[in-house]
């Protein structure tokens, strides 16, 4: 089957009316998953600007860049939108386990993930970060939502263990599924402290955060009684 190549193929704002049918629904459907990727970037970002129950939906279409009209096609609800963040932050987050994954630095990779992506956010994304968990307190989907996002994320981790403990770079004995539990936990109290705490320091908290994967990964930190990954 030939394609229109991409060179000839028009703006998402532009009539796709001149493509070949199998093109025009192949393109539309990757210009929709764009779209909404755009939107839940806008989204994220309005949160983080003007808190997550303050932020309206009108503002989040501004921050996309069009009318709310069109946002509600795509999102008719901030529970909708909290979805899509989280499938943003999903296949992100998958790209960055792929990279870790095939690093051959995991403990060096991760120092560099967890300074980059999470002490050096601005502190009003782990305020917002604080708020959605709140509304997930009484709203059961986006609590779903939110124990779906975390077992992804502890599952990542415990794979990228599991590969550095493969490669040498952890002790032998290490319970994979322990280390990623206890990195888990960890750096969800950072982000409580990094929303609550205005003097929090992200060089030290980035030394004691280091100091303490270090030593997980050398075998000093271990669970009494070895666990099963679910």
Sequence with gaps: MTTTPASERPSLDRPTHDLPGQDRHIYERQADHVRRDHIAAAAE???VRHGFHAATMQQVAEEAGMSAGNLYRYFPSKEALVEG???LDQRERGAVFHALAHSGDVLGMLEAMLRDNLLCKPR???VMFLEVAAEAGRNPRV???MRTNDAEVIGGLTSLIEIAKANGETAADLDPYFAARLMFNYVGGLFRRRALDERFDVEEEAAM?????RALFAGAI???NPTETP
Excluded: P, W
């Excluded at 955060?209 to 994967?213: D, E, F, I, K, S």
């Design 45 to 47: 970002r309005a949160f």
């Design 85 to 87: 963040i989280c499938l």
């Design 124 to 126: 009003e994304k782990a």
């Design 143 to 145: 609590a779903e939502m």
């Design 209 to 213: 955060t280091m100091a303490l994967l």
């Design 222 to 224: 271990s669970s009494s």
